[in-house]
């Protein structure tokens, strides 16, 4: 008991550190490896060594953070944004989105969607080492454990390219069912599991032969992210479109386990051994905060109350801290996993998605090569939109959590991102502009959505929306509603823009 409590007494200390901006260079007892790494291998102690990756969606960036004083360091920049990535002879990268890492920590691949590609970068100097270009869509990226292969999801197809780990370039693919969503290694390296974005199949594939051995039923088809832990026994994956995780077997017969009701938008899961035990992190974009179950048992042990939209989730090297993506908050967040509670939250780039924590990325230097400032890419406008009324004309109960909408600066227009909670399941709406803050008068419909089966959508548009919901005149001013049916014929308005 005395040497859990001098742990918990020392991750205090180290906390209180944090907040006083002091250098955190330590070194605790061994606990286990952290994921993706196997339970055998030693923690690496936190350090201004360590680096903090986030790929952002809608300002095409990387951001770098120190997460030893939980600074940003600059971002790397690998595209423009609107309209300069609209020409013909553009050549940036467009929708950053998905990363992974070498076992070496030496390199990160970063997947950006809109623009087909894989880059590798060199974590070091932060310089651009290739660009591998694959086919539609792909979405995430990730290593064997022994750095031969890179596997990258094309969810837009039906296949994972296999990537060679020192030329970059594709070696074979392995068919899947459409839509491969994301793929994670068994910690030894034999097995990689893929599961689906568009199916509702998890395959599991033998690294030394690529051949399918296994088939994991899903819930329901929308798995975005799917982790291992690191003793090699289990595989989380969430389901975003029905607010579930499920747990497998890592080993034959490859059997669900566990399935949990963890929340509308469930996005990303990543593993944490510490002093009691090893725990699940999942990130509920529909009600903005982390949850945390234990792998034992699968209780809940904890809420973690934090920014808009939590996206990306991934450890230190030593399991002290876990760092959340905040997709409609632009900002990275650190938590103890001692204590469970916010320590620090970062300004990033736009609409963070992946984020990975790669111990010892700079063995020497400061690591500030190749970096910009935040700049554009900082910027953003946030919005709030809540019930009409208690209850919507279709019985839809007011939410604890509104809608949050965020207008990412793309120059003279925005992206417009709304994580939209609280509504009919399986039911179409329609974002719109209203002359009224109640949104009573005509609609001019912005987006028509679906929502899933958990009543949440991600819904996105395009145009110079800040100035007329922030800057315009009285009589040109707009108010961004959600209404019910479909573009064409809006029926009731459901949710208002908050005052």
Same mark, same amino acid.
């Given at each position: 008991?005395?040497?859990?409590?001098?742990?918990?007494?020392?991750?205090?200390?180290?906390?209180?550190?944090?907040?006083?901006?002091?250098?955190?260079?330590?070194?605790?007892?061994?606990?286990?490896?952290?994921?993706?790494?196997?339970?055998?291998?030693?923690?690496?102690?936190?350090?201004? &060594?360590?680096?903090?990756?986030?790929?952002?969606?809608?300002?095409? !960036?990387?951001?770098?953070? $120190?997460?030893?004083?939980?600074?940003?360091?600059?971002?790397?920049?690998?595209?423009?944004?609107?309209?300069?990535?609209?020409?013909?002879?553009?050549?940036?990268?467009?929708?950053?989105?998905?990363?992974?890492?070498?076992?070496?920590?030496?390199?990160?691949?970063?997947?950006?969607?809109?623009?087909?590609?894989?880059?590798?970068?060199?974590?070091?100097?932060?310089?651009?080492?290739?660009?591998?270009?694959?086919?539609?869509?792909?979405?995430?990226?990730?290593?064997?454990?022994?750095?031969?292969? =890179?596997?990258?999801?094309?969810?837009?197809?039906?296949?994972?390219?296999?990537?060679?780990?020192?030329?970059?370039?594709?070696?074979?693919?392995? #068919?899947?069912?459409?839509?491969?969503?994301?793929?994670?290694?068994?910690?030894?390296?034999?097995?990689?599991?893929?599961?689906?974005?568009?199916?509702?199949?998890?395959?599991? +594939?033998?690294?030394?032969?690529?051949?399918?051995?296994?088939?994991?039923?899903?819930?329901?088809?929308?798995?975005?992210?799917?982790?291992?832990?690191?003793?090699?026994?289990?595989?989380?994956?969430?389901?975003?479109?029905?607010? #579930?995780?499920?747990?497998?077997?890592?080993?034959?017969?490859?059997?669900?386990?566990?399935?949990?009701?963890?929340?509308?938008?469930?996005? /990303?899961?990543?593993?944490? /051994?510490?002093?009691?035990?090893?725990?699940?992190? *999942? !990130?509920?974009?529909?009600?903005?905060?982390?949850? *945390?179950? &234990?792998?034992?048992?699968?209780?809940?042990?904890?809420?973690?109350?934090?920014?808009?939209?939590?996206?990306?989730?991934?450890?230190?090297?030593?399991?002290?801290? +876990?760092?959340?993506?905040?997709?409609?908050? $632009?900002?990275?967040?650190?938590? $103890?996993?001692?204590?469970?509670?916010?320590?620090?939250?970062?300004?990033?780039?736009?609409?963070?998605?992946?984020?990975?924590?790669?111990?010892?990325? @700079?063995?020497?230097?400061?690591? #500030?090569?190749?970096?910009?400032?935040?700049?554009?890419?900082?910027?953003?406008? /946030?919005?709030?939109?809540?019930?009409?009324?208690?209850? %919507?004309?279709? %019985?839809?109960?007011?939410?604890?959590?509104?809608?949050?909408?965020?207008?990412?600066?793309?120059?003279? =227009?925005? *992206?417009?991102?709304?994580?939209?909670?609280?509504?009919?399941?399986?039911?179409?709406?329609?974002?719109?502009?209203?002359?009224?803050?109640?949104?009573?008068?005509?609609?001019?419909?912005?987006?028509?959505?679906?929502?899933?089966?958990?009543?949440?959508?991600? @819904?996105?548009?395009?145009?110079?929306?800040?100035?007329?919901? $922030?800057?315009?005149?009285?009589?040109?001013?707009?108010?961004?509603?959600?209404?019910?049916?479909?573009?064409?014929?809006?029926?009731? +308005?459901?949710?208002?823009?908050? &005052?």
């Amino acid at each position: 008991m005395n040497r859990y409590m001098n742990r918990y007494l020392f991750s205090a200390c180290l906390v209180s550190a944090c907040v006083a901006g002091t250098i955190l260079t330590y070194s605790p007892a061994a606990w286990a490896g952290q994921a993706p790494a196997a339970a055998s291998a030693p923690d690496i102690p936190l350090s201004h &060594r360590d680096r903090v990756y986030a790929a952002e969606q809608f300002s095409n !960036t990387v951001s770098v953070t $120190d997460p030893s004083d939980n600074k940003l360091l600059g971002v790397i920049r690998l595209g423009d944004p609107q309209p300069g990535n609209f020409s013909p002879l553009y050549k940036g990268q467009v929708l950053v989105h998905g990363m992974g890492f070498s076992p070496d920590h030496k390199t990160i691949a970063v997947v950006s969607i809109g623009s087909n590609s894989v880059t590798f970068i060199d974590t070091a100097t932060n310089a651009v080492k290739h660009t591998t270009y694959v086919g539609r869509s792909p979405h995430e990226a990730f290593f064997t454990p022994d750095g031969s292969e =890179v596997w990258v999801t094309v969810r837009g197809e039906d296949y994972v390219s296999v990537l060679d780990g020192k030329t970059f370039e594709e070696k074979t693919r392995i #068919k899947t069912p459409n839509g491969p969503g994301m793929q994670i290694f068994s910690p030894d390296g034999k097995y990689g599991y893929v599961c689906s974005s568009f199916n509702p199949e998890t395959d599991v +594939v033998t690294v030394a032969d690529h051949q399918i051995v296994g088939r994991v039923q899903q819930a329901s088809p929308f798995c975005p992210n799917i982790a291992a832990t690191p003793d090699g026994k289990q595989v989380w994956f969430t389901l975003k479109d029905t607010g #579930k995780t499920q747990v497998f077997n890592a080993e034959p017969p490859f059997d669900i386990i566990k399935t949990l009701d963890t929340g509308p938008i469930s996005n /990303h899961v990543n593993i944490v /051994h510490n002093a009691n035990g090893t725990f699940a992190y *999942v !990130t509920i974009g529909g009600l903005n905060e982390v949850k *945390v179950f &234990r792998t034992d048992n699968f209780e809940q042990v904890a809420t973690i109350p934090v920014g808009k939209l939590p996206h990306g989730v991934w450890p230190s090297g030593d399991g002290s801290r +876990v760092y959340v993506g905040l997709e409609n908050d $632009d900002a990275l967040t650190a938590i $103890d996993t001692m204590t469970n509670k916010v320590i620090a939250t970062i300004p990033i780039g736009q609409a963070p998605q992946a984020i990975t924590y790669v111990p010892n990325a @700079v063995p020497e230097g400061d690591g #500030k090569q190749d970096l910009q400032p935040l700049g554009l890419a900082g910027q953003a406008a /946030h919005l709030l939109l809540t019930p009409r009324s208690t209850t %919507g004309s279709s %019985g839809s109960s007011a939410t604890k959590t509104p809608t949050s909408v965020s207008l990412f600066d793309q120059g003279l =227009v925005q *992206v417009l991102q709304a994580s939209v909670t609280g509504l009919e399941p399986k039911k179409p709406y329609v974002l719109a502009f209203a002359a009224n803050q109640d949104g009573s008068g005509q609609l001019q419909p912005l987006a028509k959505f679906m929502t899933n089966p958990a009543g949440s959508a991600i @819904v996105n548009t395009t145009g110079p929306i800040r100035q007329l919901v $922030d800057n315009a005149t009285p009589s040109e001013k707009r108010y961004l509603v959600i209404a019910e049916g479909d573009g064409e014929k809006p029926g009731s +308005v459901v949710q208002v823009q908050a &005052r």
